[in-house]
């Protein structure tokens, strides 16, 4: 699979240790994997304790939708891979939202009674 390098992933300063270097890696691999299969989506990847991987996309409803993969559990690599490429397709399927290139258009699906 060829991945697109030029995404704008950014990190932030975390505490050192193996964890989180593990992590920070995952995190960057996921957030390659979306956008590279969902291109321009606003994705939010970042990690919980217990290797737990976080997705959010900001672009549907604020950043309040999103997924988790327990990384911990996971066989390989590419089991993650490839279950952050279909949560992250199921998201926006749930959402209404084309899997394809986003179309800037930012969905709210709070309900405003």
């Known amino acids: 699979m060829t991945m697109d390098t030029t995404a704008d ?3 932030v300063e975390t505490t050192p240790d193996k964890e989180n270097e593990q992590m920070e890696l ?3 691999l996921s957030a390659q994997i979306l956008t590279h299969h ?4 606003l994705w939010a990847v970042g990690w919980a304790p217990g290797r737990t991987l976080v997705v959010k ?4 409803s604020d950043g309040r939708y999103g997924f988790t993969v327990d990384a911990a ?3 390989s690599i590419s089991v993650i891979e490839n279950e952050v490429m279909r949560a992250g397709g199921e998201l926006l399927e749930r959402c209404n939202v084309r899997r394809g290139r986003w179309d800037g ?3 709210n699906l709070v309900n405003k009674d």
């Open 26 to 28: 995952l995190a960057k």
């Open 105 to 107: 258009e930012f969905m």
């Open 73 to 75: 559990r996971a066989a």
């Open 38 to 41: 969902y291109p321009e989506h």
């Open 57 to 60: 996309n900001l672009g549907i």
């Open 9 to 11: 992933i950014q990190t």
